[in-house]
């Protein structure tokens, strides 16, 4: 059985988790703004992931590679959120605490539009003019970088 809640017209991320924790994360995703789908069998997976209305999947470390070998996107490990517990005399205990910032950061950082995250990272609004010219400012640094470590010199270049 899938259970789907899609907001406008943003790509879902998919949730392939057992039911109960599956609909605990897509609950959180939605109540912070995001298209969520939850699936719970390999033929869900299969048909979600070829279906192209998902822009990333959470689910668990033995199912990484199963997700990727269907559909290379990214994946958020959910596992690497939960953190040992440690008491005020030091002792560890047995009990993991989910650390839900961080894993709604993870979701935001792979979840913006790639133009869009790289505007972001420069401080800068993502704007066509912007962003071809950082694309020449680039290409002429990659320019220059390949003739130094080739031994020539680009033309127009002094020594």
Known sequence: MTSTLQINDQKAILVF???GVAQVIVSKL????????????????????RSDR???????????????NIKSMPVVNLEVFFHTVVSSG???SSSKQF???????????LHEPRVARGAILHGKPATDTNL?????????????????FSGRMPAGAKD
């Open 17 to 19: 988790l057992p039911n």
């Open 90 to 92: 030091g002792m560890v």
């Open 132 to 148: 071809n010219a950082r694309a020449r400012q680039m290409s002429g640094w990659w320019t220059a970088a390949r003739a130094l």
């Open 54 to 68: 998902h822009s990333l999947a959470v689910t668990t470390r033995p199912d990484i590679d199963m997700v990727r």
């Open 99 to 109: 650390d839900g910032k961080a894993f709604l950061q993870r979701i935001k950082a």
């Open 30 to 49: 939605i109540e912070h703004g995001y298209a969520a789908t939850a699936v719970f069998s390999v033929p869900e997976l299969f048909d979600a992931l």
